[in-house]
């Protein structure tokens, strides 16, 4: 029996597959990373005013005032019916299907009113609708 002890062997780290793993790391980044290129093309972008290029004859303008009444491009409508803001409407769009439909409803609106304003225009064929709103800075400040 041998009861020496035995001479202790020293870990050893092995560093070249280590290495090997992060040089292939180092390697597939290198190939797959994109740089951007913002030198490549000077370019001047052109200019353009979006007030004059807004046109006029295919807008219309209906305003629904708090207490429901309507008016198609400043021009008061009789009644309160979807049949008769459609009436106001078709009359109003002079290009026709393509005419853009600006609901400039008041704040303190019914619901009801501005969804008339929408039946009514899809009853006529218009179906480019937007909403006017002003800017909270022009909200704030006092108008009159």
Same mark, same amino acid.
């Given at each position: 029996?041998?009861?020496?002890?035995? *001479?202790?062997?020293?870990?050893? $780290?092995?560093?070249?597959?280590?290495?090997?793993?992060?040089?292939? $790391?180092?390697?597939?980044?290198?190939?797959? %990373? %994109? #740089?951007?290129?913002? %030198?490549?093309?000077?370019?001047?972008?052109? !200019?353009?005013? @979006?007030?004059?290029? =807004?046109?006029?004859?295919?807008?219309?303008?209906?305003?629904?005032? @708090? &207490?429901?009444? #309507?008016?198609?491009?400043?021009?008061?409508? &009789?009644?309160?019916?979807? &049949? *008769?803001? @459609?009436?106001?409407?078709? +009359?109003?769009?002079?290009?026709?299907?393509? +005419?853009?439909?600006?609901?400039? *409803?008041? /704040?303190?609106?019914?619901?009801?009113?501005? !969804?008339?304003?929408?039946? /009514?225009?899809?009853?006529?064929?218009?179906?480019?609708? %937007?909403?006017?709103?002003?800017?909270? /800075? *022009? /909200? =704030?400040?006092?108008?009159?």
């Amino acid at each position: 029996m041998n009861f020496r002890p035995r *001479a202790k062997e020293e870990p050893e $780290i092995n560093l070249i597959p280590f290495i090997d793993v992060l040089l292939v $790391i180092l390697i597939f980044l290198m190939l797959t %990373t %994109t #740089y951007s290129k913002f %030198t490549e093309l000077q370019l001047t972008l052109p !200019v353009a005013d @979006a007030e004059q290029q =807004r046109d006029h004859p295919k807008e219309v303008i209906v305003s629904v005032a @708090a &207490d429901g009444r #309507y008016a198609i491009n400043k021009t008061g409508v &009789d009644g309160k019916s979807v &049949d *008769a803001i @459609a009436q106001a409407l078709r +009359s109003a769009a002079t290009a026709g299907t393509g +005419s853009v439909v600006i609901i400039s *409803a008041d /704040a303190m609106a019914p619901h009801q009113s501005v !969804v008339s304003v929408m039946e /009514a225009a899809r009853r006529v064929g218009l179906t480019q609708i %937007t909403f006017a709103t002003q800017s909270s /800075a *022009a /909200a =704030r400040s006092p108008s009159r």
